[in-house]
């Protein structure tokens, strides 16, 4: 199987478990075991996830000359997944905090630093495309560049815009208009969500679109069928936080997609998928191995 480009960002991630929301103020508080930082960032969900399922990604970002910098590379290293995409001349490295309660809602708060003034390298970009049947290109700025140029190519190219309430976004509008798989969430949508995808691809023509329904599943549509249906969500195990449930169900569907090009049976994977990553704390956790996976699925659909 080729490669799968995957471009996005990197940061450092802490998580907070709190009571509840809204959060009741005090001056000091002990979550015993409730804290923790890690390495995380969409393009690093994205590709461990994939690396995890059994493929070898080319992860384009960049980090800071820091400690965090450090960090990020240590744990690439320790996962067998190549740096040789990254820039690693920021001043410091994004940060996020993540507040969570055991429901599963979480709240994100996330310091980009400067990185949405920063250009990649294009020639670099090119390299990376050609080894790539995927391009994986999430929604920050230096991706922008990269879409049209993969498309030209004749490159599939796969983006989720996360939480979108316009389908004129004025910051997502190239990614829906250049992307054949279009992931988001249904988080921001008011009204019937069948509704808002059917306004989104009759816009953007997009050969497959995603919306992520949490508890509720997820929306399906795919134009060479002309099928909008929605698939039921599958509980796996207790979930413990919902951080990187999107990721996770976006990069499981490229992996099964890139093998079979059937979106039907890569999203109920990606369903599963997903279900079991939310029994981790922290967004790039909890990841099953192809094997595995297909294993839960022969369990719980029987085929």
Avoid: C
Avoid at 1 to 14: Q, R, W
Avoid at 91 to 106: A, D, F, H, K
Avoid at 232 to 243: K, M, P, S, Y
């Amino acid at each position: 199987m080729n490669k799968i480009l995957v471009s996005g960002l990197i940061n450092i991630e802490t998580t907070l478990k709190v009571d509840g929301f809204p959060v009741k103020y005090s001056p000091v508080n002990y979550p015993f075991w409730g804290i923790r930082s890690t390495v995380s960032g969409v393009a690093i969900n994205i590709s461990k996830a994939l690396h995890t399922l059994g493929v070898e990604t080319n992860l384009l970002s960049f980090i800071g000359e820091d400690g965090g910098g450090k960090e990020v590379l240590d744990e690439l290293a320790s996962n067998n997944i190549k740096t040789d995409y990254i820039v690693k001349d920021m001043e410091e490295t994004p940060q996020s905090i993540i507040l969570y309660e055991e429901s599963g809602r979480r709240q994100i708060h996330l310091d980009l630093k400067d990185v949405q003034k920063r250009e990649y390298p294009i020639e670099e970009f090119k390299k990376a495309l050609a080894e790539s049947s995927i391009a994986v290109l999430a929604n920050i700025n230096f991706s922008r560049p990269f879409l049209e140029i993969a498309r030209s190519a004749g490159k599939l190219v796969a983006t989720d815009v996360h939480v979108l309430s316009d389908i004129h976004d004025e910051y997502n509008r190239d990614f829906m208009r250049y992307s054949n798989i279009l992931f988001m969430s249904d988080e921001g949508i008011e009204g019937a969500v069948e509704d808002f995808a059917k306004k989104v691809v009759q816009e953007y023509q997009n050969d497959i679109l995603v919306i992520g329904m949490g508890k509720e599943g997820a929306l399906l549509y795919v134009k060479e069928d002309d099928f909008l249906g929605k698939f039921e969500a599958v509980d796996t195990r207790e979930i413990i936080n919902t951080i990187g449930a999107g990721d996770a169900l976006f990069s499981s569907f490229i992996y099964f997609y890139n093998q079979t090009q059937d979106p039907y049976i890569s999203l109920k994977k990606a369903i599963l998928f997903a279900s079991y990553k939310i029994g981790e704390r922290g967004a790039a956790e909890g990841f099953l191995d192809e094997k595995s996976l297909n294993e839960l699925y022969l369990n719980v659909y029987g085929e």
